[in-house]
């Protein structure tokens, strides 16, 4: 818990004006934004949005994952998901090797194997980012009528290049 201590202080601060207690599990905006783990994406700021506005899948990459898709059933038939950006980022530590060095430089790393997970390292990412777009666009299980649309979202000076 000691570990944790400084998060359930900060919690303590948040929940004192919390203020978010009306929303449902619905994007009121009807937006879902697929984009990396990295923590110098802020996906709702950089859209204009707030809290509640749009539902938020992140992962390695921002790529679209059988995972994703499967949130994404749940999100465009039940929580009024219509569109769909998918966001990866410049700079992003998944576009910096292959997938071998990947392996190779966790295993430098750690010591750990992890060959037998795929990392999904991108050599293009435009041409990922195609490629996810058209899996989603693709895809039968998602609600029909929904628009996809792919940018990326450039670290250095918060802006979004649509692809």
Known sequence: METFKDL????????????????????????????????????????????GDAKILRNAGARVTDD??????????????????????????????TEDEMHALIMEKSGVDTRGVEIRTVKDQEAALIKDIGRIESYPLL?????????????????????
């Open 68 to 97: 994703v898709l499967r949130t994404l059933i749940l999100a465009t038939h039940l929580l009024n998901v219509n569109r769909v950006l998918v966001m990866p980022h410049t700079d992003c530590r998944m576009a910096s090797a």
């Open 8 to 51: 359930l202080a900060a919690n303590e601060s948040f929940a004192a004006s919390f203020h978010s207690h009306e929303l449902t599990g619905e994007a009121r905006k009807g937006l879902a934004i697929v984009t990396c783990m990295d923590s110098r994406i802020d996906p709702l700021r950089i859209v204009g949005m707030d809290a």
């Open 143 to 163: 609600k029909s009528g929904i628009t996809v649309m792919g940018a990326i979202y450039d670290v250095k000076s918060g802006k979004l290049n649509p692809i």
